[in-house]
């Protein structure tokens, strides 16, 4: 079983940042494909940015692209998401997703095994 904390989420003007952690239980941690995923009230959970195994290579919407960056410390257990020049449009509850199949860069939320609690990020304008 993985557990997944979120944290660093909060109020922010626009054009602010904010940088979310993720930290997971277990010691397999290097192994798993890990995404940031968001949900705003009355819409779907959407892809936000996702990293592999080795922290090698990641993939990120069209919407985000330039401003928020992931990241992770295998030796910490922890998977970060740097958000820059953040927009009214990017407020949302913010979840941590873990991938145990990290054979594949998958942007589809039922391709990940784990999920954090989520964390709130509400941008002003």
């Known amino acids: 079983q993985v557990q997944l904390v979120e944290s660093g989420g909060g109020l922010v003007q626009g054009g602010g940042s904010l940088r979310l952690s993720c930290a997971a239980s277990?010691?397999?941690?290097?192994?798993?494909?890990m995404a940031w995923f968001r949900q705003a009230p009355g819409k779907e959970r959407q892809f936000v940015i996702t990293?592999?195994?080795?922290?090698?290579?990641?993939i990120s919407r069209d919407s985000v692209k330039g401003r928020f960056t992931i990241s992770r410390d295998n030796a910490k257990n922890t998977v970060y998401l740097q958000m820059n020049d953040l927009k009214p449009e990017d407020t949302a509850v913010y979840y941590c997703?873990?991938?145990?199949?990290?054979?594949?860069?998958?942007?589809?939320?039922?391709?990940?095994?784990?999920w954090g609690q989520g964390t709130q990020v509400t941008v002003s304008s």
């Open positions: 990293i592999s195994s080795s922290g090698g290579s990641t």
């Open positions: 277990g010691r397999t941690f290097s192994t798993y494909r």
């Open positions: 997703a873990a991938a145990l199949d990290s054979r594949y860069s998958t942007t589809n939320p039922t391709d990940y095994n784990y």
